[in-house]
């Protein structure tokens, strides 16, 4: 602060010129966000546009083969999107109960003070970097999982689905913990009122009435595991046979991108120009999934705020 | 409809004390077994690389001898991109998050801007890699530079920080804008003498979130052209640059129980590096909160 006396700024002679460049200096600072948005379509749809100018469209949706190294080439993206779905669907089958009993047990269970220790130290988990999850997915987890399951091979589904999972366990967790804490208490005053005990509350009144919330974790958590990368890339392995085994190698849409972008492939090529194709394909996905979420909190808030 | 007894024969439902008592225990399970998986992951990195760092490790070049490399310039290359990634995405986060707060509240553009932050903040990292590698590396012809990179991850924060600023501006109560604006300050100067330093914590904290995640991030720097196993630091903005990711990767990928080693230390050093950036955050809101209004 200038030591000036307290106000005088306030009596500074002002234009309003001055005021209207701020305000469209900070508008157009704003744009960025639109221009970003913009340029990210703009690039995937211009350079998925060069390739598919050599592989038909036809191929790319219709094809169960994925070679893009071999002779002949082959661009069939199920297998990359199996691969994708079987990993998320791992992660989400471990975050998925723990996330939600996380979030029922901080908001109903827990006093104030474990609450307030506890949610910063689960959301921790996400804040660690996704390198760091791959690194003990390939050299801790794998060989752990090995014991139970003596046939998994070096690179597996398994492993970087379960420690996926857990990576996105804050996500659910602090959303939905937001969304049942946020259930208005006379919900719970009547609900015990009519005799109903705290679980029977939580089960069938509480946890229903966060349910737009919740739900918005859940769709945000999926993009998250749909979109993760690195842990993929080092942990899940390098076959494009299409096929849903946990237990064998896989490769997801992003770990395959990361595998051609590393220098793979020599660029300009038809099989780097599909990674392109791919990442259109991964960022649709996500964005459909965002939107869902983006609209489901809306649904929350509006419900709220009444 | 079910009558009212109905309703309340169904929420009573079987209710057990064993029931709730075994629910509550799983539920707990719920809680630390997550935290156990850390304190396991953090443990097994820290008993495999700590004894391999040392000043040696710090200060070294990569070497095809595992014990002799180290991360000097990927570590430099490191805190040049964190460095010129909070330079370019913080003023550009904090005027987006001035605008739609102080400014375009009921504007259809704010409406829109919104809309669009909300996406961004869910497209995964690789995608904005691509949008690195399509704009700043091709386009822009900046090719595989620090600063393409820095931009490039600058994007990629930028939704944290409109974010964390937008929750700062909201904790600042009207009434102190009120009072500003009727001792005659414009809104411009409301905002730059009354409202943003109340708002300084919420910032840094911001800052400091988009900068940790910055750190870690590795997918795009494949994307935009980071180099694997660097041999010098960066000398200028369009220096071609590596990143202790970007080691750490190299290192995990190769089957090799030394270089495996030296995956975990420089995961040590980076996990080092991110409690050392919370625990600032820590302080300065410790710091400035003490001062609060």
């Known amino acids: 602060m200038p030591k000036a006396a307290p106000g005088s700024w306030t009596r500074q002679r002002s234009s309003s010129i001055g005021e209207r460049a701020v305000e469209l200096g900070l508008a157009g600072c704003s744009l960025v966000s639109i221009f970003v948005t913009i340029g990210i379509v703009v690039v995937l749809v211009h350079e998925a546009g060069v390739f598919f100018a050599d592989v038909p469209l036809g191929d790319f949706f219709g094809g169960t083969t994925w070679t893009p190294q071999f002779d002949p080439a082959h661009y069939g993206v199920w297998p990359l999107v199996a691969g994708t779905l079987l990993t998320s669907g791992i992660a989400m089958l471990v975050a998925l109960p723990f996330g939600l009993l996380a979030a029922i047990y901080l908001s109903e269970y827990a006093a104030p003070r474990t609450r307030r220790m506890l949610k910063p130290a689960l959301e921790l988990l996400a804040g660690i970097p996704t390198i760091v999850y791959g690194f003990f997915a390939l050299t801790v987890v794998t060989p752990a999982l090995k014991n139970v399951f003596p046939e998994l091979g070096i690179f597996n589904a398994l492993s970087p689905g379960i420690v996926m999972g857990v990576m996105i366990i804050p996500m659910i967790s602090s959303l939905s913990e937001d969304a049942i804490y946020a259930v208005p208490d006379s919900l719970r005053e009547a609900a015990y009122g009519l005799g109903s005990g705290k679980l029977p509350a939580i089960i069938r009144v509480i946890v229903p009435s966060a349910w737009s919330g919740i739900a918005a974790s859940i769709t945000l958590a999926i993009s998250r595991a749909i979109g993760e990368t690195m842990i993929l890339a080092i942990a899940a392995g390098q076959s494009t046979e299409m096929r849903l085994d946990p237990r064998e190698q896989t490769e997801t849409m992003t770990g395959y991108i990361v595998r051609i972008a590393k220098g793979d492939v020599p660029t300009g090529t038809v099989s780097y120009n599909s990674i392109f194709a791919v990442g259109l394909l991964l960022f649709t996905m996500t964005l459909v999934m965002n939107v869902i979420s983006y609209r489901l909190s809306r649904k929350l808030r509006a419900r709220n705020r009444t | ?293």
């Open chain 2, 1 to 293: 409809m079910k009558g009212s007894e109905d309703v309340a024969a169904w929420l009573r439902g079987r209710q057990g004390v064993w029931t709730e008592r075994v629910f509550v225990w799983v539920a707990r399970f719920a809680v630390f077994a997550p935290l156990a998986m850390l304190a396991w992951l953090l443990g097994n990195v820290f008993i495999d690389g700590a004894s391999r760092i040392d000043w040696d490790f710090i200060t070294g070049l990569p070497s095809r001898h595992a014990h002799k490399a180290g991360i000097y310039p990927a570590l430099m290359g490191s805190l040049w991109l964190i460095t010129l990634t909070a330079v370019i995405a913080l003023p550009l986060g904090v005027a987006t998050a001035v605008y739609l707060e102080e400014y375009g509240r009921t504007s259809r553009l704010a409406g829109i801007i919104e809309v669009a932050i909300a996406n961004l903040a869910g497209v995964p990292s690789i995608i904005y890699g691509m949008l690195g590698l399509g704009v700043f590396v091709r386009f822009a012809g900046l090719g595989p530079s620090v600063i393409a990179g820095a931009l490039t991850l600058a994007l990629l924060v930028l939704p944290i920080v409109i974010m964390a600023t937008r929750e700062a501006l909201r904790t600042v109560r009207d009434s102190l804008r009120e009072a500003a604006l009727a001792l005659g300050a414009t809104r411009w100067r409301t905002t730059w003498h009354v409202v943003l330093p109340m708002s300084i914590p919420g910032i840094l904290t911001g800052a400091i979130l988009a900068v940790s995640r910055a750190i870690g991030e590795t997918a795009p720097l494949v994307l935009v052209g980071a180099v694997a196993a660097i041999r010098f630091a960066p000398d200028g903005v369009d220096s071609p640059y590596g990143a202790l990711p970007m080691q750490i990767y190299k290192w995990t990928s190769v089957p090799n129980k030394d270089l495996r080693t030296n995956a975990a230390a420089a995961i040590v050093v980076l996990v080092i590096v991110l409690l050392l950036l919370n625990s600032v955050a820590i302080w300065l809101r410790n710091r400035y909160q003490k001062r609060a209004y």
